[in-house]
């Protein structure tokens, strides 16, 4: 049969033929190396003569399975800062804050004074209370002769309830107390007078203070109440 169609169509047209009969068969668009252009076309003729039509697409296969989480990848740059928003409005002032001028019951104030002049017969030493007492205290003497009254030390001033003590950090030079107490607000506090033994001369002291608020009194039993 191949002979017959040899001897009607030659080589040439027999090579045509069956490079036809495989593009139809195949389905698929090639290039036949050594056909010229003409022959080209008359391939592409005799592949869409005896070419089938295309079969119905076949239905797709069922889902494979879930595949597994994979590794995290690598955290990612840090991205720009971003700009600065916009001020908020200001909040309304609050009330103010309490401001105490009092001495509580039951605590004690200290301080230093000092003295150093000269030229003057007499001086004043000005202690003022930063705390004002509620009611006036009493005056002790000498606190190295009242340790009941005035239990602490230059170092570490002490009071007892309702007492002022007046401590002596060094001896005086050049001067004494001369008994001059001025009390015009006790509550606030004292000047005492100083005088000098010679005026000429340099007068010197120093020292601590210490003053207690005591509790206030039952009026019935008259003791101090616990505060």
Request: aromatic letters at 8%; one cysteine or more; glycine letters at 14%.
């Amino acid at each position: 049969m191949i002979r017959r169609i040899h001897d009607k169509l030659g080589t040439a047209g027999l090579v045509i033929a069956v490079v036809a009969l495989v593009a139809a068969l195949g389905g698929t668009a090639f290039a036949a190396a050594g056909l010229n252009g003409k022959q080209k076309k008359e391939v592409k003729k005799i592949a869409k003569q005896f070419a089938g039509k295309q079969g119905p697409k076949g239905d797709a296969g069922p889902a494979g399975p879930k595949g597994g989480a994979g590794s995290q990848g690598p955290k990612g740059d840090e991205g720009p800062k971003g700009d600065e928003g916009p001020k908020g409005d200001e909040g309304k002032q609050g009330p103010p804050g309490p401001t105490e001028t009092a001495l509580p019951p039951g605590k004690t104030e200290t301080g230093v004074w000092s003295l150093h002049a000269e030229g003057e017969q007499e001086y004043l030493v000005n202690i003022s209370f930063p705390l004002r007492l509620a009611s006036s205290p009493k005056l002790a003497g000498n606190p190295a002769e009242d340790p009941i009254h005035c239990p602490g030390s230059p170092e570490n001033p002490e009071a007892a309830p309702g007492w002022f003590c007046l401590y002596r950090a060094a001896p005086y030079e050049n001067v004494f107390r001369n008994g001059q107490e001025y009390q015009a607000d006790p509550t606030s506090g004292f000047i005492f007078g100083f005088e000098s033994e010679e005026k000429d001369k340099l007068a010197f002291a120093r020292g601590t203070w210490a003053v207690h608020q005591p509790c206030p009194v039952d009026p019935e039993t008259e003791e101090e109440e616990d505060c």
